[in-house]
């Protein structure tokens, strides 16, 4: 077996060394352009939960994977849009717990909150504590997760302390929008074209 001996010239050496370094920049400019990409589409998708995911988990990889994880068993969940009967059924009750707010406001707020419950386990969400339902609420309506969270805070320190009149009819106001949203189907491909 022979073997054959290569001897470079530096020309060669200089021209494979800037060759290679090109081919490393172009992969890293790749993927910083991939990974800024990726975080544009999450924060158009999540709005200010992308944000909130940010802060709580103190890094951009690890909350944009913590969005990937919610996208992931969402759709693993069997989510389903209302019949007529019940859409008709909700809006019923949704109805009552208003009329009941000038006359009982402490009331009203919790059974609202409760009603959005029962919207979203009719809806195929699974009960779960309401972090957890949040995150997973979160992938298809990521825009009335404020004013969720706000209504919820509300509702549960209302069994805590008393909250003023104007925190509750700010409540019920956010749960109507909430109640509203949740009531419409969630548009798929508007949501997976901005993810």
Known sequence: MTFMNYYF???QLIVAAVVLAVVILIAIGAFIEYRRTKTLA????FGSEYDRAVVKHGS????ESNLADRETRVEALTLRDL?????ERFITEWHTVQSRFLDRPRAAVTEADDLINALLEARGYPQAGFEQRAADVSVNYP?????YRAAHSIA???GQVEATTEEQRIAMIKYRDIFDDLLQAPKPAAAKAAA
Do not use: F, K, Q
């Open 42 to 45: 999450l924060r158009d998708r």
């Open 9 to 11: 010239t530096s020309t």
């Open 156 to 158: 549960v320190r209302l």
């Open 143 to 147: 825009r009335v997760m404020e004013n």
């Open 83 to 87: 019949g007529t009967t019940e859409r």
């Open 60 to 63: 951009t990889r690890v909350a």
